[in-house]
């Protein structure tokens, strides 16, 4: 971490992958050092019980993730919830799977989606990126080849 200066982590709550909520940040991280350490304790006295001396405690240093960008997700729910954010000087992007204007309507796209997340209102058909699990069936099975998969890294 020190040398490249770069996080991903995920941090999931729930019995099982789809019982679960879950959040992933990705980003610019840098050495704070160990004078936090003592605020860090102060909010999590449960650390005292890992670290219970001073000697102990000085293997410890604080990391700060700066500027980065991450998706919280809901996967208990159907369909489920997912949100993407920035932090610091981060510029949100839009990602994941759209259909274009070379909709024709057929619905393929709608039929394969484990999300029911296609909305079929009008052409092109509209994907709900809030519930869209990214899974790329709708692209696969378009016959016109009019859903993009928008990635931005």
């Known amino acids: 971490m020190k040398k490249r200066e770069f996080l991903a982590l995920t941090a999931m709550k729930g019995e099982d992958t789809m019982s ?3 959040v992933s940040i990705r980003g610019k991280v840098r050495e704070l050092g160990y004078d936090k350490i003592p605020e860090m304790f ?11 001396t001073e000697e102990s405690m000085q293997a410890l240093t604080v990391f700060q993730i700066y500027e980065g960008s991450g998706e919280w997700f809901d996967l208990s729910k159907k ?4 949100a993407s954010f920035t932090f610091g000087a981060v510029e949100k992007k839009v990602e994941g799977y759209f259909i274009t204007d070379t909709c024709i309507g057929c619905g393929s796209c709608a039929a394969v989606c484990p999300q029911n997340c296609i ?3 009008g052409r092109p058909f509209l ?3 809030e519930h869209c699990l990214h899974c790329g069936n ?3 099975a378009c016959p016109v080849d009019a859903v993009e998969r928008r990635l931005y890294v």
């Open 20 to 22: 679960s909520v879950a």
């Open 42 to 52: 102060e909010k999590n006295p449960y650390m005292r019980k890992i670290y219970p």
């Open 79 to 82: 369909p489920i919830e997912r």
């Open 119 to 121: 909305i079929q209102d």
């Open 127 to 129: 994907i709900e990126q």
């Open 138 to 140: 709708c692209m696969t």
